[in-house]
């Protein structure tokens, strides 16, 4: 409630601050309006004078007013941008708590049924685990996050990792300051970095000569001259105009391999300057946590910052951009050939940086997964994050472990600790909650190993592979029974177990596309399988008989249930995990409810 109310204070400011930045950019552009008559007006009565100075100094400085009218309006743009995108980010995190989709990409495209679990516990897709976590604008920032939920990491980067969120979820300022300068990446979703790289790396990024880098640096020395000269000597507007022409003549001669260094990147001087402004929120920090102060120090090299780096060539490309105003574009060119001293600047910013930049946008990227993982946390304060313990086997113990996606509300929380069984043998009634539980088991543990906190009150985890046995289906598209699929699945996780010793498999209801007498022979031979291979696990399943598997291999495997209570009739489902078989089955009462009666 506490996260909600901030958010809402946010939004509040945020309108009051866009209220005020909208009546001053219609001031300046009530502005610039009368700045553009009045104008007229001054060079009409300069004109009519017949005083040349008098009508160049009055278009000089009607001229360099309207630009600054025009810089500080674009400034309040901005502004008014930033402050729209902070709203945006804040009203994202309100339709988030209340069940609305998030604003960032949901994951669908990382969605692998390939995948050893990924498919099994939501990982991806719409009401997704990666869903509800993903804070990433950028393309490549999902892909840091997407592989974080899908593979492990080492125990020593998780627990760097959650010192690393910790902090960032401490700052929620900081943390949605960082989100406002990349959001602008949902519209598009390009990988800006593999684009840039390109762009730097291509061997056609050459221009001119010495003689011709010397006469650019001399050109706005001597119309300078020239033209103050002319107020003097007349023969010298001739030789001005003369010369501004040959200037413009040149550029446009030229414009084609301009703009082949200059129009590969589009909008790059905007995007670079998001990303120079997102990097220096990193580089301005004085992080305490390792991971962070490490990938701070990442930005620097050269001596230089990578923020500074960017900024820089984001400056050079947007004046390289005035060409594209024609008149503007002219009059630079003609009096200082801007063009080709942009493209001077860029060469020569290619030369001193290279292609090393480039590893700032790594940094970026890994920010972004940080960053969504500590808004995560800042959403779930209750969670605890795991501890993260070394072990040669397989270590889940949990107090109050409770699904990630299902609501507080309701969700049903329990306690489990692997100890003195390496498989957790776990029957029920349908709709107890033995699917539910396997998938809170294993969602947990990805949050977990990517150093997320966890739904839990206590955690206490190693690091193992994952692999899941859930949900089977045929595939028309393969040529897929439901029976195939089902032993090409299992065929994965026996597989796994027997080449992984580190891998703790999750199966729940085996070879359902079979008859129940094979079914059940089949589900003994896997396990027994699995039990040989000192395979470590869970297997829920309706079949009571697998249940003396516990018998049979005491000290290996553990019978739990799920079980109902009924009470007049009705079925009350609790959802809590029970030492021991299941000796409660609700078929017949459920059957009996759609007006099935079993004799």
């Given at each position: 409630m506490e996260n909600l109310e901030r958010y809402n204070h946010h939004i509040a400011s945020a309108d009051v601050a866009l209220n005020r930045v909208r009546r001053s950019i219609n001031a300046y552009a009530l502005l610039r309006l009368g700045t553009i008559i009045g104008g007229c007006v001054a060079l009409f009565a300069a004109v009519r004078a017949e005083q040349l100075w008098l009508f160049l100094v009055a278009f000089f400085a009607i001229l360099l007013f309207f630009f600054w009218l025009v810089w500080r309006q674009s400034r309040l743009e901005k502004e008014k941008n930033e402050l729209l995108d902070w709203r945006t980010v804040n009203q994202n995190e309100l339709d988030v708590a209340d069940g609305r989709p998030n604003r960032y990409p949901d994951g669908t495209v990382f969605k692998d049924k390939k995948h050893p679990y990924s498919d099994d516990l939501d990982l991806f897709g719409p009401y997704s685990l990666f869903a509800q976590i993903n804070r990433s604008a950028t393309a490549e920032g999902n892909r840091f996050l997407a592989s974080w939920l899908a593979a492990p990491a080492a125990a020593p980067l998780i627990r760097n990792r959650q010192q690393a969120i910790r902090e960032l979820a401490g700052d929620l300022d900081w943390?949605?300051?960082?989100?406002?300068?990349?959001?602008?990446?949902?519209?598009?979703?390009?990988?800006?970095?593999?684009?840039?790289?390109?762009?730097?790396?291509?061997?056609?990024?050459?221009?001119?000569?010495?003689?011709?880098?010397?006469?650019?640096?001399?050109?706005?020395?001597?119309?300078?001259?020239?033209?103050?000269l002319a107020f003097v000597v007349p023969v010298f507007r001739s030789i001005a105009v003369f010369l501004a022409l040959a200037h413009l003549l040149w550029t446009i001669g030229y414009a084609a391999r301009v703009s082949r260094i200059a129009g590969k990147m589009g909008r790059a001087g905007q995007v670079l300057a998001a990303f120079a402004a997102a990097i220096k929120r990193i580089e301005n920090r004085d992080w305490q946590s390792q991971l962070n102060k490490k990938l701070s120090r990442e930005l620097t090299f050269e001596n230089k910052s990578a923020s500074g780096a960017l900024d820089a060539l984001a400056r050079i490309l947007d004046r390289l951009d005035y060409r594209l105003n024609m008149l503007v574009g002219a009059l630079l060119n003609m009096t200082m050939l801007w063009d080709f001293k942009q493209v001077f600047a860029v060469l020569d910013w290619r030369r001193q940086y290279g292609t090393e930049v480039l590893d700032a946008f790594d940094v970026v990227h890994e920010f972004e997964g940080l960053v969504s993982l500590a808004v995560f946390s800042h959403n779930h304060p209750q969670w605890c994050f795991p501890v993260v313990v070394d072990s040669p086997s397989p270590v889940i113990e949990a107090v109050g472990l409770s699904h990630p996606l299902i609501p507080e509300t309701t969700a049903v929380a329990n306690d489990y600790r692997m100890e003195n069984h390496r498989i957790a043998l776990i029957t029920g009634s349908n709709m107890a909650g033995k699917s539910t539980f396997l998938r809170t088991v294993g969602s947990n543990a990805v949050l977990a190993f990517c150093g997320a906190p966890v739904n839990a009150k206590e955690m206490r985890i190693s690091v193992f592979r994952l692999v899941t046995y859930m949900r089977i289906a045929d595939s028309l598209n393969e040529s897929t029974s439901t029976f195939r699929a089902e032993l090409n699945r299992i065929q994965m996780v026996l597989q796994t177990v027997k080449e992984q010793p580190d891998t703790v498999f999750l199966i729940d209801e085996m070879l359902r596309g079979t008859n129940s007498a094979d079914k059940y022979r089949g589900s003994k031979a896997i396990i027994e399988q699995l039990i040989a291979d000192d395979g470590v696990g869970m297997v829920a399943t309706h079949d009571l008989q697998l249940a003396k598997l516990a018998d049979e291999y005491p000290g290996i495997v553990e019978n739990y249930h799920f079980d109902i209570q009924v009470s007049e009739g009705d079925m009350l489902f609790d959802y809590k995990l029970k030492t021991g078989e299941c000796t409660i089955f609700n078929a017949s009462l459920l059957l009996r409810n759609i007006g099935i009666i079993i004799k």
């Open positions: 943390c949605q300051g960082f989100q406002v300068k990349l959001l602008f990446n949902l519209a598009e979703q390009r990988d800006f970095k593999t684009q840039f790289a390109g762009y730097l790396k291509q061997d056609r990024l050459s221009f001119g000569n010495r003689l011709l880098r010397a006469y650019v640096q001399l050109t706005p020395w001597l119309m300078a001259l020239l033209i103050g």
